[in-house]
């Protein structure tokens, strides 16, 4: 599928006749995308989608405070990002005994029907599930996504300095674990 026309799509937003369909397309162009990002924060297949619904929800909401300042692949991108990470607040809130879950976090990827990898992968989504939430997603959006970052910056409103420390730390970390669970 081609991009949508920024231009165009931020126009279609804003005419209220033009916006059902309008935002129905930036669903079907940002749905699998979006997702992946969100999975690779919040891990499980359930938990992705539920925060994938929630971010649409609220960007819908928001249409009419997006003014355009942004593209909106990168105001989509932010919903998304601080979704997955304020559901990632809550879950932890509501578990008691902090650290359980991840234990044994590999083997249940290992047990999803939509995880596709190995041993190895899974034990790398467990230690990365070990990071504080803003060194999980630096780590992510610097590892998987391959982000500069400088467009992390802009996504995340923080500077490259302290994003190159992040990631830095989040890889001595995962490195650590992996090791102590070979």
Known sequence: MSPLDNSKEVRQLASSEERQKAFLDIVNQYSEPLYWKIRSIVITHDDADDVLQNTFLKAWKGLDNFQGKSQLSTWLYRIAINEALEYLRRKRSAVVTGGEDTLHLADSLLA???????????????????????????????????????????????????????????????????????
């Open 112 to 182: 999803d029907e939509y995880f596709d990898g190995d041993r190895g992968q899974a034990l790398l989504q467990e230690a990365i599930a070990t990071l504080p939430d803003v060194q999980r997603l630096v780590f992510t959006l610097r590892y998987f996504d391959e982000m500069k970052y400088s467009d992390m910056s802009e996504l995340l409103g923080t500077s490259v300095g302290a994003l190159k420390a992040s990631y830095h730390i989040a890889v001595e970390k995962v490195t650590t674990y992996m090791k102590q669970h070979e």
